[in-house]
């Protein structure tokens, strides 16, 4: 069972800087992905960045030269490093992993909200 944990949202101004954490349980589970959603009010889930474990990183054109994913060197713990944030950023993220068995997980969610 691969259980997610996140942490890192809260409230900033327009302009700011916020990092996101996930780590990863897997037990014996292998990950080939690991990245982030977010969910705004009244919208659908959408996706904000991903990176697998071969290749290349995936962003979503709205945060892309602000918005930098990264992960440690044993690929259990993803991060989001947020710059230049914008009122429009605000919602709920994810943690989104897939496994090798092409099965996806999903964390609890982290607020993040961007004033203006």
């Known amino acids: 069972q691969v259980q997610l944990t996140e942490s890192g949202g809260g409230v900033v101004q327009s302009g700011g800087s916020l990092r996101l954490s996930c780590s990863a349980s897997t037990g014996r589970i292998s990950l080939r992905l690991m990245g982030w959603y977010r969910q705004a009010p009244g919208a659908q889930r959408e996706l904000v960045a991903t990176?697998?474990?071969?290749?290349?990183?995936n962003y979503a054109d709205s945060v892309k030269g602000r918005f930098t994913i990264s992960r440690d060197k044993t690929y259990t713990t993803v991060y989001l490093q947020m710059n230049s944030l914008k009122p429009e950023d605000t919602g709920v993220y994810y943690c989104h992993v897939r496994d090798w068995l092409g099965n996806a997980h999903w964390g609890q969610g982290t607020q993040v909200t961007v004033s203006s």
């Open positions: 990176m697998p474990i071969r290749g290349d990183s």
